[in-house]
């Protein structure tokens, strides 16, 4: 119990570190492309 309750928010922040570096990464290529 004790250890999935710490692996969980580990977790969550990898997703979401996944996800501001996708977004990153999108945001980059639109920006480069309407220079």
């Known amino acids: ?3 999935n309750a ?3 928010p ?3 922040m990898a ?3 996944v996800g501001l570096l ?3 990464i999108l945001i980059s290529i639109i920006y480069v492309r309407n220079e």
């Open 1 to 3: 119990m004790v250890y």
């Open 6 to 8: 710490m692996c969980l």
């Open 10 to 12: 580990g977790g969550e």
């Open 15 to 17: 997703a979401l570190g």
């Open 22 to 24: 996708v977004t990153a």
